[in-house]
């Protein structure tokens, strides 16, 4: 059951990403300066690798989330949520955040991609205790 509680919290984040980024493409565009065409989508060749990455990086979070769940005793919804929305509020969007301010990025983008990283921690925590 662990492996598809993962699998599951994973998809439901990844999911909630093409949704948030949907919603928001315009703004996170702008702010990561994206290079745009003349018919007002991004330039460049529509790969799909980071697709599939980040689809493996939602499975690895929430594999590493089940085991300090496990760990914790985090076994109720409310506290897979509250617990989720921390992990990526204070772990995952500080670190987004430095990343973003080396290299002069508008605060803009740290809001956005530390807003998906914290409400999809949250979906993650919640999900997984659905499976506990």
Known sequence: MGVLSVIAAGAAAWIFGAVWYMALSKPWMAAAGVAMGPDGKPQGNGSALPFILSAIAMIVVAGMMRHIFALSGIDTLDKGLVSGL????????????????????????????GGYATFGC???GGVLTLFA
């Open 86 to 113: 921390g992990v990526g509020l204070f772990f995952i969007s500080p670190w987004i955040m430095i990343n973003n301010a080396y290299p002069g990025r508008p605060f803009k983008l740290t809001l956005i991609d």
């Open 122 to 124: 949250a979906i993650i």
